[in-house]
C-alpha cells in the first residue's frame, strides 16, 4: 500500500462508531523516512480539528520537550493508535484499537522507523505488552519485532502532575541518545 492509498483509507474509514462524531481523520505527520517514531493513543479535539496530532495544550507541551533535546519535530513522525477522536477524549476502547490498529501497523511498515516512543500507558499497553506499567517501566528500552521501543509519559499527564516532568525530561534525553547512536551506526 502507498501513502496516499493508506491515508485515503483511513480518511474514508467506517469500521467503527468513532468516524460518525469526528471532524477530520488525524492520519500523523512528519518525516515519512523518519528513524524516530512517536505513538499515542488518540487524537484530541485540537487535534480533531486540525487533522494534526499532538498540537493542543498537551501537544505544546511535548513540543517542550523535543525542543529541550534537541529533536525537530519535523525530523520524527509523530501518530495515534486511534485515527479519530473519541467523545470526551476518554481512553480508547479495545475494540476501537482492534478496529484502527492496522493503520498504525502500515504506517510503520512504511516508515520503517529503529526507534518507537510509545506516549503514555495506553499505547505503551498495546505496542509493548497489556501489563505495561508507565510508572515503573516508562524510559525503559525493550526490542520488539525488529524495532527498539520504550514508552514516556504522556504530555497530558505532565499537565497535570508536573512531578514527573522531571522523568520526563531524563526520558526524553535518553530518547535523543539512542536517536543519535542509530543515526551514527547508519553512517558507518
Known amino acids: 500500500m502507498t ?11 467506517t469500521k467503527c462508531e468513532l468516524h460518525k462524531t469526528r471532524t ?10 523518519a528513524k524516530l517514531m512517536f505513538v499515542g493513543e488518540a487524537p484530541g ?4 480539528l486540525s487533522g494534526i496530532p499532538f498540537v493542543g495544550v498537551a501537544g505544546k507541551m511535548f513540543d517542550k520537550f523535543l ?6 519535530r519535523e525530523e520524527v513522525y509523530i501518530a495515534n493508535m486511534l485515527k479519530c477522536r473519541p467523545p470526551n477524549n476518554r481512553d480508547p476502547s479495545v475494540e476501537e484499537q482492534d478496529m484502527c490498529i492496522e493503520y498504525l501497523r502500515e504506517q510503520v511498515r512504511l516508515i520503517k ?7 503514555g ?7 509493548i505488552k497489556p501489563d505495561f506499567k508507565i510508572t515503573s517501566e ?19 499527564l505532565l499537565l497535570r502532575d508536573a512531578r514527573k516532568k522531571e522523568d520526563m525530561l531524563i526520558d526524553m534525553k535518553n530518547v535523543k541518545a539512542k536517536l ?3 543515526e551514527k551506526n547508519a553512517s558507518v
Not at 45 to 48: P, R
Not at 113 to 119: E, G, S, T
Not at 121 to 127: E, N, V
Open 3 to 13: 501513502w496516499d492509498e493508506l491515508e485515503e483509507s483511513c480518511k474514508n474509514c
Open 24 to 33: 477530520t481523520c488525524v492520519f500523523g505527520c512528519g518525516s515519512r523516512t
Open 45 to 48: 479535539e485540537k487535534e480533531d
Open 67 to 72: 525542543f529541550a533535546v534537541g529533536i525537530d
Open 113 to 119: 522507523p529503529k526507534l518507537i516512543v510509545c506516549l
Open 121 to 127: 500507558r495506553i499505547s505503551a499497553m498495546r505496542l
Open 138 to 156: 516508562h524510559g525503559q528500552w525493550i526490542e520488539k519485532g525488529g524495532f527498539k521501543m520504550c514508552a514516556v509519559y504522556h504530555p497530558s
Open 180 to 182: 543519535d547512536a542509530e
